[in-house]
T-cell receptor, first 114, second 115 residues
Framework: AQKITQTQPGMFVQEKEAVTLDCTYDTSDQSYGLFWYKQPSSGEMIFLIYQGSYDEQNATEGRYSLNFQKARKSANLVISASQLGDSAMYFCAMRRTGRRALTFGSGTRLQVQP | DTEVTQTPKHLVMGMTNKKSLKCEQHMGHRAMYWYKQKAKKPPELMFVYSYEKLSINESVPSRFSPECPNSSLLNLHLHALQPEDSALYLC??????????????FGEGSRLTVL
C-alpha cells in the first residue's frame, strides 16, 4: 500500500521569501509519479509540478521546484519568492505507474504574510 | 478560469431527494474523475472513467451513481443520501494516456449539503 505523509499542518512565510513544504512517501513500487497540487479557498485543485521516480533531475516549474530524494523517499516542494496569492492548501500526491488513482497526503496550509 | 466546469456550485438536498452533479470539459481529455473532499481532508477518489468506460469504482455506496454520456461530460446522480455525504465534490479530467494521468485538471467543485 502507498502512503503519503505531510507533517506540517500549517506554515507561515514572509512575502518574497522561499518556503519548503515537506512530503515523504512510502511505496514498494519501483516506478511511480509524485505530484503537488495547490487548493486555494475557491476549492479548485491546481496541478503544480510532477516528478517521475526515474527522473534524475529535480523538476522545476517557474517558482516551484521539487526537491526529490529517492533514497529518503522525500519529495519536498520549494516555493521561491513567495507571493500573497500563494496562500492556500498544498497537497502532495503519488500515482503508481499503470494506475490512474492518486493517493494524497493530508495537506499543508501555507499562509504568506506581507 | 478553470477549464473544467461543474454545476451546481452549491446544492442542498434532503435525504429523499434525487439530484445530479454535472461536469464538463472541452480539453479533449479522455479520462474523467469524481473526488469527494470533506472539510480539512484530502480528496478521496470515487470513480474514474477512461474513454467513457468506468475503470475505477472505489467501493462507493450505490446511492452515488456516475454516468459518462460522452467524452466531455460526467454526471454524478445522487439518491437517498445521508448527512455524512455532505462534502465538496470535485470533478477532474486528464489526458487519456496513463503517463499523464496524474496531471489532473479540476473544477471548482460542487458543495453538497444533505439535510
Amino acid at each position: 500500500a502507498q502512503k503519503i505523509t505531510q507533517t506540517q499542518p500549517g506554515m507561515f512565510v514572509q512575502e518574497k521569501e522561499a518556503v519548503t513544504l515537506d512530503c515523504t512517501y512510502d511505496t514498494s513500487d519501483q516506478s511511480y509519479g509524485l505530484f503537488w497540487y495547490k487548493q486555494p479557498s475557491s476549492g479548485e485543485m491546481i496541478f503544480l509540478i510532477y516528478q517521475g521516480s526515474y527522473d534524475e533531475q529535480n523538476a522545476t516549474e517557474g517558482r516551484y521546484s521539487l526537491n526529490f530524494q529517492k533514497a529518503r523517499k522525500s519529495a519536498n516542494l520549494v516555493i521561491s519568492a513567495s507571493q500573497l496569492g500563494d496562500s492556500a492548501m498544498y497537497f502532495c500526491a503519488m500515482r503508481r505507474t499503470g494506475r490512474r488513482a492518486l493517493t494524497f497526503g493530508s495537506g499543508t496550509r501555507l499562509q504568506v504574510q506581507p | 478560469d478553470t477549464e473544467v466546469t461543474q454545476t451546481p456550485k452549491h446544492l442542498v438536498m434532503g435525504m429523499t431527494n434525487k439530484k445530479s452533479l454535472k461536469c464538463e470539459q472541452h480539453m479533449g481529455h479522455r479520462a474523467m474523475y469524481w473526488y469527494k473532499q470533506k472539510a480539512k481532508k484530502p480528496p478521496e477518489l470515487m470513480f474514474v472513467y477512461s474513454y467513457e468506460k468506468l475503470s475505477i469504482n472505489e467501493s462507493v455506496p450505490s446511492r452515488f451513481s456516475p454516468e459518462c454520456p460522452n467524452s466531455s461530460l460526467l454526471n454524478l446522480h445522487l439518491h437517498a443520501l445521508q448527512p455524512e455525504d455532505s462534502a465538496l465534490y470535485l470533478c477532474a479530467s486528464s489526458q487519456g494516456y496513463l503517463e499523464r494521468a496524474g496531471e489532473l485538471f479540476f473544477g471548482e467543485g460542487s458543495r453538497l449539503t444533505v439535510l
